[in-house]
């Protein structure tokens, strides 16, 4: 028999964002947005876009694809352990706005392995 949880998907997705910002070194700046610096890049993430500081003040933006359930808690923490684990994902990203990208930087070839196991 499974124990009932005492929180909803959108507290346990807060709680779970609390804890990879804490991992990822990532700080709250306002809202549900996080600052995350890794390396020498700079980024400012949100539930709806990821946005890369330079220190010219020149800024790039660029959507996060995310289902449309997904709590926005979740998606930015899974912004921020992928751009903490390859922070070059930025670069795939803004050259293909469209698609979708594992943490390891490679495309997915089609939708439904967003679902589906890789071997």
Same mark, same amino acid.
């Given at each position: 028999?499974?124990?009932?949880?005492?929180?909803?998907?959108?507290?346990?997705?807060?709680?779970?964002?609390? @804890?990879?910002?804490? !991992?990822?070194?990532? #700080?709250? %700046?306002?809202?549900? /947005?996080? $600052?995350?610096?890794?390396? @020498?890049?700079?980024? !400012?993430?949100?539930? #709806?876009? %990821?946005?890369?500081? /330079?220190? $010219?003040?020149?800024?790039?933006?660029?959507?996060?694809?995310?289902?449309?359930?997904?709590?926005?808690?979740?998606?930015?923490?899974?912004?921020?352990?992928?751009?903490?684990?390859?922070?070059?994902?930025?670069?795939?990203?803004?050259?293909?706005?469209?698609?979708?990208?594992?943490?390891?930087?490679?495309?997915?070839?089609?939708?439904?392995?967003?679902?589906?196991?890789?071997?």
């Amino acid at each position: 028999m499974r124990k009932p949880t005492k929180c909803t998907p959108a507290q346990c997705a807060t709680k779970y964002l609390k @804890r990879i910002a804490a !991992l990822t070194g990532a #700080k709250q %700046v306002c809202g549900e /947005s996080y $600052r995350l610096t890794t390396g @020498r890049m700079h980024f !400012l993430v949100d539930s #709806k876009f %990821v946005r890369v500081m /330079s220190p $010219r003040s020149e800024s790039t933006c660029f959507s996060v694809a995310a289902d449309p359930d997904m709590p926005s808690a979740e998606v930015v923490a899974s912004a921020l352990l992928q751009l903490k684990n390859n922070a070059r994902l930025f670069e795939k990203w803004r050259e293909w706005p469209a698609h979708t990208f594992k943490a390891n930087g490679k495309m997915f070839r089609d939708i439904y392995q967003l679902t589906r196991d890789e071997t």
